[in-house]
């Protein structure tokens, strides 16, 4: 629930406490940017441009019984 103009605050301070990793679990779609489009009234980023200069995993989620979390959902890791 981070907007565009807030994003890079939160990542500065998700980095800043982070020892080895951040998992999240988030609305990742590779067509969109590393700020963000609304979509299903969340925003959607592309995390791997957002920590473009860390290595990043993701993992599509499955069968959560929810169309949108079943479309662009992943469990991303970022490695610090």
Do not use: C
Not at 70 to 76: A, R
């Amino acid at each position: 629930y981070v907007p565009p103009e807030k994003i890079g605050k939160a990542k500065s301070e998700l980095l800043r406490v982070a020892k080895k990793a951040i998992i999240m679990v988030e609305f990742h779609d590779e067509t969109t940017d590393e700020l963000g489009n609304k979509m299903f009234l969340h925003w959607v980023r592309d995390y791997k441009k957002l920590f473009k200069e860390y290595k990043v995993e993701t993992q599509k989620v499955q069968n959560w019984g929810s169309p949108k979390w079943d479309n662009i959902g992943y469990f991303i890791i970022v490695y610090v």
